[in-house]
């Protein structure tokens, strides 16, 4: 089917465009971009009044399958992306089995292409079982079909494997995404070191924790001339580090989730192990500097580190609660409502870091951009709508958001992948 997308108004990382377009979609690239296209047979979809941008792309999903598909499976998550605006994801390798070998990529690769929603990439682990101790055949796993490698929920640990990592990462050409916590030094805490963690009696996790490992693997690819991109940054300090490594010429990209530029560890106070996140939400200024690294390009991409619970793991005490929220429903509105309507970074500067610049740091040559020639994968928004999160409205199969009864601006209308509309708002 052809589609005709009517009185766009376009919204690249570039610029935004002054006058209404329109879009026709055929054999699922963007065929033309310009006024009154007309188009016999094409669906026509009418977005007047609407925000018309490249699909997202999210490079840090936790889809759960293989291995725990009562938490969420590369379906569900996939309506959950679809919903959210996510026309591609990648998905992290901490499964079970872990995804470190060819079989186990392409029984992910064969499932989402069944589903067929969005386009799903999976990131294989950099190391066999995630356990920092012997790397993965990297050329296998890249030709099975990973776009990256990382032992996302653990930091490689073993400084010696993780240089070794990057050398033969830089040989085969993929990207490796680092974990930013050093396991030790966390000590096994559930919250932010500081005040809250004394007052609440909450085993702390120091910030040390994760800027050991921002500074290291910033150290090792200045070393080594290797490329590095550092995951969920959450500190004041790191930003910082990534900024200094950035104007040396360093190739270092970073990342950062909407509920680290959203909530405080004032939030823990509920006791709600649905503000048990890794790593930990920090304090105000760390908030505010983590939004501020966005807004600077110092952190290159919004992403929702979207991690799935049931409530049966949930509904536990604070320290015994498994670490993780999901993300891929809410994460539009809270950029929306905390970023764009607060004027701390434009409607294109959300479309760079939401679509843009991931797709550049995975690769992506045909994602990421509305352009005659590139692949169809559009979102379409409304972007003065507002709307409150409710449990039951989730497609995901887990409700773990901390975010529930938030009233958010923005959602999302229409999205289309590869040509195809994979979610429409009833």
Known sequence: MSLLIKNAKIINAQKAEDNLKDILIEKGQIARVGASIKAGSAKIIDAEGKWVMPGFVDLHVHLREPGREDKETIESGSRAAAKGGFTSIVCMPNTKPVIDNAMVVEGVIKEARRVGLVNVYPAGAITRGQKSQEMVDMYELKKAG????????????????????????????????????????????????????????????????????????????????????????????????????????????????????????????????????????????????????????????????????????????????PFGIIGLETALGLVITELVDKEVISAP????????????????????????????????????IEWEVKAEEFVSKSRNSPFIGKKLKGCVEVTICGGRISYQRK
């Open 146 to 321: 990973c776009i990256a490698l990382t032992d996302d929920g653990r930091a490689v640990d073993n400084s010696q494997i993780i240089k070794m990592a990057m050398q033969y990462a830089k040989m085969v050409d993929i990207l490796l995404m680092e974990h930013c916590q050093d396991y030790l030094l966390t000590g096994g805490g559930v919250m932010n070191e500081g005040y809250n963690s004394t007052f609440l009696g909450l085993k702390p996790d120091p910030g040390v924790s994760e800027t050991v490992i921002v500074a290291r693997d910033i150290e090792l690819a200045a070393y080594l001339g290797a490329r590095i991109h550092l995951m969920h940054i959450s500190l004041e300090r790191s930003v910082e580090l990534i900024r200094k490594a950035k104007e040396d010429g360093i190739k270092v990209t970073a990342e950062a989730t909407p509920h680290h530029f959203t909530l405080t560890d004032d939030a823990v106070k509920s006791f709600d192990p649905n503000t048990k996140v890794n790593p930990p939400l920090r304090s105000e200024k760390d908030v505010e500097a983590v939004k501020r690294g966005i807004k600077e390009g110092i952190i290159d991409c919004i992403v929702t580190d979207h991690a799935p619970h049931n409530f049966e793991d949930k509904e536990v005490g604070f320290a015994e609660a």
């Open 349 to 384: 500067q959300m479309v760079d870091r939401m679509a843009a610049s991931p797709a550049n740091i995975a690769r992506l040559a045909n994602k990421g951009l509305i352009e005659e020639g590139k692949d169809a994968d559009v979102v379409i928004i409304d972007p003065e």
